[in-house]
């Protein structure tokens, strides 16, 4: 499995397979011997891919869809999120009000999700380059 991860253009159903297959051996060297993350991207360099992996191993794990778990826990707090967005205490801030005023234009679901995660870091007034990774698709 390393040699095909490290491979320019890895056969992904492959290490999939080979992941979910070396699942309890993996759990079983994470929760033994607690090696630090250093030696795991050496042993287990697929699980720290961009692909999903982190996700799929959560999956294993709990038996469930992270991506879905999430979703549906930020949609259960959209609507309140972004009333406390648009309250007075943020009137003054422009990237919070550029945001804002983005969902003037388009209101989908997909739109208000990209929105409260775009506002959180603002919110809470961290560094958005360290609280969120944006990634753009040509």
């Not at 609507?79 to 406390?84: F, I, N, T, V």
Request: charged share 25%; proline share 4%; glycine share 4%.
């Amino acid at each position: 499995m390393i040699q095909e991860i490290k491979k320019r253009n890895p056969n992904l159903a492959i290490v999939d397979t080979r992941m979910s297959s070396t699942y309890s051996l993996r759990r079983q060297e994470i929760v033994e011997d607690e090696p630090p993350v250093s030696e795991l991207m050496v042993g287990w360099p697929a699980l720290f891919t961009e692909r999903q992996q982190i996700s799929m191993e959560f999956t294993r794990l709990v038996s469930m869809d992270l991506s879905k778990s999430f979703y549906g826990g930020l949609d259960g707090h959209l609507l309140k999120l972004l009333q406390l967005f648009r309250s007075k205490l943020f009137e003054g801030m422009t990237k919070m009000s550029a945001i804002l005023e983005s969902l003037d234009k388009d209101t989908s679901n997909q739109r208000k999700r990209t929105a409260v995660l775009q506002a959180l870091p603002w919110y809470l007034r961290e560094n958005l380059s360290k609280f969120l990774k944006m990634c753009e698709v040509c």
